[in-house]
């Protein structure tokens, strides 16, 4: 009987991180009710608190990435689940709306985004070159994964114990992943002798020096090509229409309409379930379809949800919304091994450096949109400017995806692939 090669058990591994990474990420979208009615905080503070996390959620990426290469995974992402349980822990003793910006914005936002994505991106390279797309695809769905499990139980806590409750269980999940990056996971398959699944010879890796440099370098030649912004200027839109509207403030808006937050932080988890069946399948898709095509059918289909969504939302769960959740669901973050593998054709080796520097325009674009979505709820009294301006958005991102070009980029050598 043939033995599990190393690299799944890797990926495994690196699932989990990535499920905790998103859960605590998204726990903000559960606390901003909880806090407006404990400290009479607006919904803008609380959302700028929000959109610093989104924000160094995304910036940080692209360094991360760098870091990843100079010190490897194992490393970066065990101090980044220590930064999580600190910002988590920390907040239950909170008395300014500073400090919720100091500890879930700053530390939450720098540790969950040196294990997010980019992350996902850096492994699937050294460890896969067999089933490289389904294993991004997969490792993407772990997102919607920590959503699934993480907001309902955070959101029973914050109405049941209070929100105190909901930031101490982050901080104790992000701790007990801890012991499992540390003995489990591996920097390459080199280091113990293996080769990628798929390789047929190992790859000398040398570490490189100067991390940020790097990153910064990466960013100076890739932002030379139009092909750059199309893929960063769309996944900031995508950005803006998931984490920053939708998972920020979906909760608080169906509370405007009467509905239960323990129900629509359900809808959210629901959101999550079908994420994962779509991620996958996206994963799948991007090792056979052009990612251009995908990337074009996933936006429009996204931005054409959001025009009906203001219609849709009531006291309890209906029909009509419940078919939106399954929709919306299943396109999530499809996009993601779609930019991943375009990111990974047109910029060759530094591919995972590339997707985080388009990651983080996807996190300021939900930074950006998690602080107007608020605003315009404070001074309009509901989010329907913010639903139909983000479903315009996803549309314009289905055209610039249409003008795509793919390029391999390796040893200096740009061969054309499609288009």
Not at 294 to 313: E, K
Not at 348 to 372: C, E, R
């Amino acid at each position: 009987m043939k033995s599990l090669h190393r690299a799944w058990i890797v990926a495994a591994v690196a699932f989990v991180a990535i499920i905790g990474a998103a859960g605590f990420r998204a726990t903000p979208g559960v606390l901003i009710t909880p806090l407006e009615d404990e400290f009479g905080w607006t919904r803008g503070t609380i959302s700028l608190a929000v959109s610093i996390n989104l924000m160094l959620y995304g910036l940080c990426a692209p360094f991360a990435a760098a870091l990843m290469d100079r010190f490897g995974m194992r490393r970066v992402v065990a101090c980044a689940l220590l930064l999580v349980a600190t910002g988590s822990g920390l907040t239950v003793f909170m008395t300014a709306s500073w400090q919720l910006i100091a500890l879930w914005g700053v530390l939450v936002g720098l540790g969950t985004g040196s294990m997010a994505l980019v992350f996902a991106a850096t492994l699937t390279d050294r460890w896969f070159v067999r089933h490289r797309g389904l294993v991004t695809g997969v490792l993407t769905a772990g997102g919607a994964t920590g959503q699934l499990i993480f907001l309902p139980v955070l959101a029973h806590l914050a109405e049941m114990q209070g929100w105190r409750w909901a930031s101490v269980t982050v901080a104790g999940a992000a701790l007990a992943v801890v012991p499992l990056v540390l003995f489990l996971l591996r920097d390459t398959p080199e280091e113990i002798g293996l080769t990628a699944l798929g390789a047929t010879e190992p790859v000398v890796r040398t570490p490189a020096k100067g991390a940020a440099a790097r990153a910064v370098r990466v960013l100076r030649d890739a932002a030379r090509t139009r092909h750059f912004w199309y893929l960063a200027v769309g996944f900031a839109i995508c950005g803006a229409s998931t984490n920053g509207l939708v998972g920020t403030h979906f909760i608080p808006a169906a509370h405007d309409h009467g509905m239960p937050e323990t129900t629509a932080a359900s809808l959210l988890a629901v959101i999550g379930v079908f994420d994962i069946a779509g991620t996958v399948f996206s994963g799948w898709l991007s090792d056979r379809v052009d990612p251009r095509l995908l990337l074009v059918v996933y936006y429009a289909l996204r931005g054409l949800s959001l025009l009906v969504l203001p219609r849709l939302f009531a006291a309890t769960a209906e029909p009509s919304m419940l078919v939106f959740i399954v929709f919306y669901g299943l396109d999530w973050v499809a996009t993601v091994p779609p930019t991943v593998a375009l990111c990974r054709r047109i910029f060759g080796a530094d591919g995972a450096v590339v997707f985080g520097w388009v990651f983080a325009s996807h996190q300021v674009g939900a930074a950006v949109v998690a602080t107007v979505a608020g605003v315009t709820r404070d001074h309009l009294g509901n989010y329907d400017l913010a639903w139909y301006g983000a479903g315009v958005l996803c549309l314009l991102a289905a055209l610039m995806s249409s003008r795509i070009v793919t390029r391999v980029r390796d040893r200096g050598e740009a061969a054309i692939l499609v288009g």
